[in-house]
Each structure stands twice: as C-alpha cells, then as structure tokens.
C-alpha cells in the first residue's frame, strides 16, 4: 500500500459532466442549466432580502428560510458554475486541491441542509400543533442554537468525509465521469482498497439521512394529525396543501441522497447517478423558493409592499428634482 502511495502523483482531474451525451441534448442542457442557476440566485436573494427588510417576517420560521436560501444558493454555485463550464471550456479539468475543496463545500452544505429542513419541520409542528407556547418555544435563542448546531454538524462530518477520500493515493486514471468531485466516482478512481471508505460513507449516509429524516417524518406526522381535526375543509385544505409541498420537497432531497451515499458499492451507473444528483443538487435548490416562500403570502405581501416603497421614493426623488429646476428657472 506505502508503494501506490508513492505512485499518487494526480495533480488534477477530469470533469466529463454530460460532455459525453448527444451534441443536441448538450445545447438543450446549457441554456436549461444556466436559466436554473440565475432563477435559483435571484429567487433566494429575494428570499432573503424580503424577509429581512420587512419586520413582519422576524419570525422563527423566517428566520431558517433566511438560513436555507442562503445555504442554496451556496450549494448550487459550488456546483453548477463548473457544470456550465464543461459545455463550452476546451479544457475540462480541476485542480486536486480544488475537487477537494469542491467536495467540502457541497458535503457541508448538503449535510448541513439535512439538519436544517428537520428544524424547519420541527418549527412547523410546534407552530401548528403548540401554537400558544410557538413563541417561547422558538425563542431567538433556540432558534440561533439550531442554526449553528446545523451549520456546525455539516462541517465537522465533511471534514471527515473528506479528509478520508482525498487521503487515498490516486495514481490514474484522473477521469471523473461526473459533474463534480463525488464521493462514488472518486472512489473507483484510487489505487488501493477503499472497502473502508464504502463502509464509512454507508454509515455517515445511516446516521446523517434517516436520523434528520425521521424527525421530520414525526413533525409531519403530528401535523397532518392536528390538521384532521380541524373542523373546516377550507382550513383544512389551506395547511395540508402548504405542508405536502413542503414534504415533498423533503423526501425528494432526502430520498435522492439515501440513494446515492448508503448505496456507493454498487454505483455502477454513473449516467444515472448524474441525474440523480441532479435532483438534489439541482432540482431542490431550484423547488425551494417557490415551495417555500414565493408561493407564501407573506413573503408576496412583503415584496409587495418593498417594491411600492422603492417606487414611492423613485418618484419622491423626481419630483423633489423636479421642483428643484422649477425655483432655479
């Protein structure tokens, strides 16, 4: 083993992306993936700037949205930039030290996103289902406390993830039949028995996917229970509609990534596993915004009223110009 350490002399990799699809369906990839990455930044930015300029929206669940808008918006730039560049750069390749930081990054967010959703589901059953005690429940400090547990979890598990992979001697081939630096096809590429590696990334996938997953599972449960009861079928619809789009979004990123990491020995598939992560990469960046805000009424009030603010002080700067030239004449 100490001699094929030796031999890791891979100084870079290859990125194949979906270069080695049908010249037409690349043309139709590139403009679809660009309108996705500027239609995910713009829709968090949103997010974002109405939930803070408007005092309405200083709530708990506000709050984490802020945080989830953010994080993809994040989670999205460390990947698909790369991607885009794939279709049109002659040279493909990125540099050891930056597919290991590419790797950090994106186990670093996609874990700390698992945490992060069962927090938010979480702060939804207590506000439905507690809603008296909602406030002193998710106080600023709780809700503070959960973010950086979230955010501080995501980096010390990627951490070791990644030190683990990228500790492995790589001695060729440094083609990676993905769109960027993933734990499964990094893992055929070394020289030397990764079975350990296997074992350790099932078990993060174990701990890290399900543990959060049946949280939310049980917050949910417990919603659609206290959404029985309620006695209108107009209430009823209003909350169970706003919760299943939020579910699904969930499982969709949960599922998708259970799939890929608890089952890395038998990846042998990487065109699926492509489009595969697409779906949680990609996909649930792009879903977030519209499920859980831009179809929210109150974030639409807010923008609302942000925007009227902006015109009334447009139109209060003319006119005070405007006055200004009527004395000086």
């Not at 540099?95 to 700390?112: D, H, K």
């Not at 599922?255 to 996909?283: E, M, W």
Request: proline share 5%; glycine share 4%; net charge positive.
């Amino acid at each position: 083993m100490n001699d094929k350490a030796n031999q890791s002399n891979i100084q870079e990799f290859i990125l194949l992306g979906f270069t080695n699809f049908n010249v037409k369906i690349q043309l139709f990839l590139f403009p679809l993936f660009l309108f996705i990455y500027m239609f995910t930044i713009l829709g968090n930015l949103t997010i974002i700037s109405v939930a803070t300029l408007d005092p309405l929206l200083h709530t708990p669940m506000y709050y984490f949205l802020r945080n989830l808008s953010f994080l993809e918006m994040c989670y999205i730039t460390v990947t698909l930039p790369k991607l885009l560049q794939t279709f049109v750069a002659k040279k493909k390749t990125i540099a050891f030290y930056s597919c290991c930081t590419q790797m950090y990054c994106f186990f670093t967010l996609g874990v700390t996103e698992c945490f992060l959703l069962a927090v938010m589901a979480y702060d939804r059953f207590v506000a439905i289902c507690n809603p008296l005690r909602y406030f002193s429940v998710m106080s600023k400090p709780t809700c503070l406390k959960m973010a950086m547990v979230s955010w501080v979890s995501g980096n010390l598990i990627s951490l070791g993830q990644t030190a683990s992979i990228f500790c492995l001697p790589y001695c060729g081939p440094n083609l990676i039949n993905h769109f960027f630096c993933d734990i499964p096809p990094l893992l055929k590429l070394a020289c030397t028995d990764v079975s350990a590696n296997q074992i350790a990334v099932s078990v993060t996938g174990f701990l890290v996917l399900p543990l959060p997953f049946a949280l939310v599972l049980y917050s949910y449960g417990r919603i659609i229970a206290a959404i029985l009861r309620i006695s209108t079928n107009t209430g009823r619809k209003k909350v169970f509609s706003t919760c299943a789009s939020h579910f699904v979004s969930v499982t969709l990123f949960f599922g998708t990534g259970a799939f890929t990491y608890v089952r890395v020995k038998t990846s042998d598939t990487p065109d699926n596993d492509k489009i595969l992560s697409l779906l949680y990469s990609v996909v649930t960046p792009l879903l977030n915004p519209l499920i859980y805000s831009l179809r929210n009424k109150e974030v639409k009030g807010g923008l609302k009223k942000l925007m009227c603010q902006k015109v009334e002080k447009k139109e209060a700067k003319q006119s005070a110009e405007a006055h200004t030239c009527n004395v000086d004449q």
